[in-house]
């Protein structure tokens, strides 16, 4: 990552890195993280098996150029991802998750490389690559929020009293909903843009926790806060029904 191109000031206004530098480089191993993580894949999506063995293929036979969806990233992606499976009868959900789970890798890598932890970030999505968290974690003993990108897994300090999404400051009126007996489980809802965030409450310094399962594992909040007529704030392959 170019450190030296991230204007501090920009920062502090909003711009995530992925607006001032480059996160992605010609020279990735982008087919070798590719093969790697289609066995995987194929395990946890049976359904998609066909389509990402024709995948694997295509991958090796050099008929795509995966570094392409990466060059135009974010703006046309969607546009290689539709050219793509067109192309070679493909599931384009199959081809979008392929993708998305080879970005989480080299996001999550660069975005170890960020010296300034987010300290002087004051945005509901994330400083590294602008995508909006997936789950919030509130500490039991300093009772800050903590958001966790849903697309790099980067954590960022934010204000409780503030919608991460819209930043609106309607946090008394704001209501949380709770499944009996799960009371450190829940949702943040903002009643002006309709967005909702799972939260876990008061967690302790002591476990250590894998954020991603969790916000797995918390899918039937996502459902009691979409039939309540709310929306994520981060779409992600398990909170889409
Ligand atoms: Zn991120
Ligand atoms: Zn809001």
Redesign the pocket.
Known sequence: MDLPKIDKRKFKGGVPVIHQTTLFRHDDPWEGIALSLIPAIKKGFPTLQVDLEKLEGIIKKENISIYDYFKAYPSDGDAIIAGWASEFNLNTAAVALLLRSITRII?EKR?QLIEWKGGNWEKGY?P????FPSIAMIKEKIAERWLH?S????EWKFSRVICPYCEDEAYKETPFFFVEDKGNECAFACEKCKRYLITLTRMSDLIIRDLDISAISLTHLDIIMQEKGFQPMATCEWNVF
Request: with cysteine.
């Open positions: 996001l975005s994330c590294v690559c602008g995508t990108c697309q790099c897994g980067y």
